[in-house]
């Protein structure tokens, strides 16, 4: 009997914390419990990204995903929350057709997933005494364009992992856009249903 | 933990403990990782739950003051300290009631959601510095790390005001999810300035970089920083729910907010959530921008308290460095509780207008003016008045270094784990022992 | 051959593969959420469900704790992982002043009454 693996234990517990609440979401018909579940499924994410040693990414989702968009959404399911719109249910027909796609979908993603062997858990031993790397600031320099990670690179295979310095100006711009765009889309035009503006 | 502490859990489990039954237990196998994770666990709900009787108590005695009154003076003795346990009691036997539209899962899982958030920001929060930090998961992006959770509590405020099926408690709500995502914006900002000028995000090396007289803080860096800690602690305020910003639960408009319908223990874990933010928002003032574990004069290193004279006196620094932090952190709630029996409360509009028309600019102002100034006039603080110690360069995280070396003074969290179940302290101690 | 994998998940480090499992039960409830829900923000909800199952993939190509001598993505994994949280803030911010503005000129938040082209 071999020592228990402790992130191999937390894997199974954010794993399975993630696929529950996925599950609790698709099967849940009210709205508010769905955005609840949502939360503790991304939250849940949000430790694999630490498991597989992404904190940086983790944090970010944590702060980004389930702090700034989730609660966007939830304040969106509150400005929208009359009783007839809580609790919708799904016609049985999409159930059946839902269940049947989705059903092949997952059995092909698993099958497919575990039918490469270089994608099975690595030996034990190998991964145990990894040095430990913060990759925040390799992150960062990539942003910047610099790929700290890719020093040692020949010059040939460097060429064309460039760093995502136009991509981030890019999302930089896009988010200013959205901004400006959101704001415009959800003013209040009519005074006929107004929002309640707390 | 230090070494001490687990040379002390070493002796326990493989001497005493499990002696008795034929069994020796290393803190390096399964029980001792579970032990050691308990005891952190353990030491931190304790902070946050003793921390708020110590602030409510605090609070009315303050409060009390301001007020011309005197506050509690009966239970337990002269300055009626032990007013929050009696008031605890109560609460406990109080009967717990819901209301009868109200969801009912969602409303009682809401105060723990908040309680937990509130919590899960104490575990990257360093109480001593040095070689053996005091924290419980040192993680290599504290700063983030703590921001990103202090912003979930919310989700349990949110809930809470939807699921009472009351339209007090929802207005409360929807008052916090926009006050919080608003206020995170100026926070984040502000809360950059001192990992700028650090050049990390480690919340130890931070605060080591501070090391030194008071002069070598972040606040008095340069007059960027100088007002960049104001608008900081004024966002604090705000995201942690405080007067003047406590429109979710503007008794005069809403009578209690978010928890109206809230009694008994439910509510009081509300309020332990939120002394809990409070001391979480503290402490982090008090590492980012106030020298954290170092006093205004280094007292620890100049009576040679300091990990390289052995452990006993590494321990003892750390307790100097402890004492430091805990009473930064009290001071700022104190100035907290002072405000918000000071000050009237702002309106929804003034509190939105507070936030986009003057803390995000400052901070955004303030960021540029901290690049401007540490461009310019490198290796300098107090105000550029004096030159900055050898401590403030000692992370170079520059691009060139081979990402092995940058790894020294940043241990990542749950990647930790993968050496064999150990905890960075237990990691520490290993080598320490080797040495 | 799964239930293998499965029992010594206890003792032995998680892969790729079981990453990659967790994603695709992420995103085909995703999926399933877009087919099936009738409220415009079950809908979006969907969305942010599968955005999370396609970032699991990433991350884990890009972690060097689960890799196994496959083909890996390193920093790019975490990089373009960062990209996709971004642009799903956009999405959702987009998405709902969309389903507000829906919301307000149709007095209903059901997709299945939008079935006209027309404000």
Redesign the interface.
């Known amino acids: 009997m ?4 402790w ?3 937390f ?2 517990l954010f ?1 399975a914390m ?2 529950g609440f ?2 609790a ?2 099967l849940s018909a009210n ?1 508010v419990r ?2 609840f579940y ?1 939360v503790m ?2 939250a849940a ?1 949000a430790g ?2 630490f498991l ?3 904190e ?2 983790g944090a ?2 944590l702060l ?2 389930v702090g ?3 609660v ?2 939830i ?3 509150m ?2 929350s009359q009783e007839r ?1 809580v609790n ?3 016609l049985a027909g ?2 059946v ?3 049947i ?2 059903g092949a ?2 059995s092909l ?2 099958a ?3 039918s ?9 031993a ?3 005494n ?1 040095p430990i790397e913060p ?1 925040a600031t ?2 960062g320099m ?2 910047l364009g610099a ?1 700290v ?2 020093i040692g690179a020949p010059a040939d295979e460097r060429a064309g ?1 460039a760093g ?1 310095l136009f ?1 981030f100006e890019i ?1 930089s711009v ?2 200013l856009v ?2 400006i ?3 415009y ?2 003013r ?3 005074r006929s ?1 107004p ?1 309640p503006t707390g | 933990m230090a070494s001490a502490i687990n040379n002390l859990l070493d002796w326990l489990l493989t001497s005493w403990l499990l002696s008795g039954l034929g069994l020796s237990v290393s803190t390096d196998s399964a029980i001792g990782y579970v032990v050691a994770a308990f005891i952190h666990i353990a030491l931190i709900i304790n902070l946050v739950a003793v921390g708020a009787l110590v602030f409510i108590w605090l609070e009315r005695k303050i409060s009390g003051r301001i007020q011309d009154r005197l506050g509690p003076t009966r239970v337990g003795g002269k300055f009626g300290w032990l007013q929050t346990l009696a008031d605890g009691l109560k609460l406990i036997t109080k009967e717990d009631l819901m209301p009868d539209g109200a969801d009912g899962f969602l409303f009682k899982i809401a105060p723990y959601i908040s309680f937990a958030a509130s919590i899960a920001a104490f575990i990257a929060i360093p109480f001593a510095g040095g070689p053996y930090p005091w924290i419980a998961q040192h993680l290599n992006t504290g700063v983030f790390f703590v921001i990103a959770v202090l912003g979930l509590e919310v989700f349990g405020v949110i809930l809470a005001g939807y699921s009472s099926a009351s339209k007090w408690s929802l207005f409360g709500a929807m008052r916090e999810a926009a006050q919080v995502v608003s206020y995170e914006v100026p926070l984040g900002m502000c809360a950059v300035v001192p990992v700028l000028i650090a050049g990390s995000m480690d919340m130890v090396v931070i605060g080591n970089q501070q090391a030194g007289f008071f002069t070598n803080w972040f606040i008095f860096h340069d007059p960027a920083t100088f007002i960049t800690f104001w608008v900081y602690f004024t966002c604090a305020l705000a995201s942690v729910n405080r007067a003047p910003f406590d429109l979710a639960e503007a008794e005069s408009e809403l009578v209690a907010g978010f928890h109206t319908e809230y009694s008994g223990l439910r509510w009081s874990f509300f309020f332990m959530a939120e002394y809990g933010s409070m001391l979480s928002v503290s402490l982090l003032a008090s590492i980012l921008f106030l020298g954290g574990w170092h006093g205004p004069i280094p007292i620890a290193s100049l009576l040679g308290l300091t990990a390289e004279n052995g452990d006993v006196a590494g321990y003892v620094g750390n307790l100097l460095g402890l004492t430091n932090v805990l009473f930064k952190g009290v001071v700022g709630v104190s100035v907290m509780i002072w405000i918000r029996w000071t000050l009237p409360r702002l309106r929804i509009d003034q509190v939105m207008a507070t936030c986009l028309k003057y803390c995000t600019p400052i901070a955004a102002v303030m960021f540029l003016g901290a690049v401007l100034w540490q461009y310019n006039l490198p290796g300098r603080t107090f105000f550029g008045l004096l030159a900055a110690p050898p401590a403030m360069f000692s992370v170079d995280e520059g691009w060139e270094a081979p990402p092995a070396v940058t790894t020294e003074p940043a241990k990542p969290a749950m ?1 930790e784990v ?1 050496v064999e179940g150990l905890t960075p302290q237990q990691v520490a101690a290993n080598q320490e022992r080797g040495n | ?2 239930t293998s ?1 499965l029992a010594n ?14 994603g ?10 877009m ?5 415009a ?2 809908v ?3 969305i ?2 599968v955005l ?2 396609a ?2 993939n990433f ?2 190509f ?10 890996q993505l ?6 373009i ?3 996709v ?6 999405e ?3 998405a ?6 829906f ?3 149709h ?4 997709v299945d009454r939008a079935d006209q082209l027309q404000g």
Not at chain 1, 116 to 124: I, K, L, N, Q, Y
Not at chain 3, 74 to 79: A, F, I, N, R, Y
Request: proline share 4%; hydrophobic share 55%.
């Open positions: 071999n020592a228990i693996y992130p191999s234990v894997f199974l794993g993630a696929c996925a599950l979401v698709l709205i769905m955005a949502l499924s991304l994410t694999l990204f597989a040693g992404q940086f990414v970010m989702q980004i995903y700034g968009t989730l966007l959404l304040f969106g399911v400005l929208t719109f919708m249910k799904t999409d159930w057709i839902g269940m796609a989705g979908l997952l993603l698993t497919a997933a575990f490469v062997p270089e994608w099975r858990g690595p030996e034990r190998a991964v145990e990894l990759n390799p992150i990539g942003l790929r990670d890719q992992m995502y991509p999302v896009h988010l959205v901004l765009g959101a704001a889309l959800a209040a035009k009519r249903n929002l | 990647v993968r | 051959m799964t994998l998940l206890l003792t032995e480090p998680p892969g790729v593969a079981h990453y990659m499992t967790v695709a039960v992420m995103f085909v409830c995703g999926a399933m959420c087919a099936t829900k009738r409220n923000l079950g979006l909800m969907g942010e469900l999370n199952g970032n699991l991350i884990a890009g972690s060097k704790y689960l890799d196994n001598g496959g083909p390193g920093l790019d994994g975490s990089l992982a960062l990209f949280i971004v642009l799903a803030a956009a959702a911010a987009v709902l002043a969309i389903a507000l503005n919301y307000n000129n007095d209903s938040i059901d």
